[in-house]
């Protein structure tokens, strides 16, 4: 059975994962982080464990799990690999993340960004040697295309991408959160029982990060209802009141604070803003 391998970059406060998958001969990677620290830190931890790397695997079409692949795969030859639907998204969005996403992270945004070199079909079974992994591709949910990696013949392995947060803030505003709630029923009903998910943000967990991920979802969309938009300001302190009873901890409290003027626009509350 292959081992798997947590890295968590920290870089700018901004905690995001990247696994390695290490089987007989070679290594997977699942995701890049956002930075070049990030990804020169997976790339690190490959040339530490010493085997080569044979792919890395995208989950899905937000910055934060693509943009330091650009790092991880930098003197290999290993591609990466994504759904066609992952793959136009990080096309299609990328040039408006380079203009959010440089002045916030400055030179640690990498100046360019390597997308997918390789496309496979939803349901696509690859193997790497003695890793074994199937992609589920999910369409629009938490970013505007998702998918999920299963490990192993068995599939109790899971890379998550970001379907659930593990107990950190999230980010709604593309915008699709109902398609984001349709995906974890959908995952609650076919993931086998005592599946171990890998989340793109904190810890592993088992299927009840699928159950606090729909609450914290919940709890967003109904704090945005309930704010009084005649005072904008206002309405978003209240969201920001409500979200950190929610969840105390500030871990990617800025991507929530992000996603609220989104929502409420897409929820005919506030006119959507130029800013
Ligand atoms: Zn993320």
Known sequence: MPLTHRIESQVAGTPVNAYLVEGEHRLVAIDGTLTVSGGRAVRDRID??????????????????YGGAVEVVAGSEAPIVATAGVDAAIRRDDE????????????????????????????AELAFGDIELVVRDLGPGESPHDSVWLLGEDRSTVFC????????????????WERWLANLDALA????????LMPGHGDQAGRELLDWQRGYIHRFVAAVRAGDWSDP?????????????????????????????PVAAKLGLLEPSDS
Request: proline share 8%; with cysteine.
């Open 48 to 65: 530490a464990i010493g085997k080569p790397l044979a792919a890395l695997l995208v989950t899905h079409a937000h910055p934060d799990h």
């Open 96 to 123: 408006g993340k380079e203009a959010i996403l440089r002045p916030m992270f400055g030179d640690e945004w990498p100046t360019e960004r390597a997308f997918p070199t390789r496309l496979v079909e939803p349901g």
């Open 161 to 176: 991408g970001d379907q659930g947060y593990n107990h950190m803030h999230c980010y709604l505003a593309d915008g699709h």
């Open 189 to 196: 009903a076919e993931l086998p029982d005592g599946v171990t």
């Open 233 to 261: 300001q206002r309405a978003k302190q209240s969201v920001v009141a409500a979200m950190s009873a929610y969840l105390p901890a500030d871990d990617l409290r800025f991507l929530m604070e992000l996603s609220i003027e």
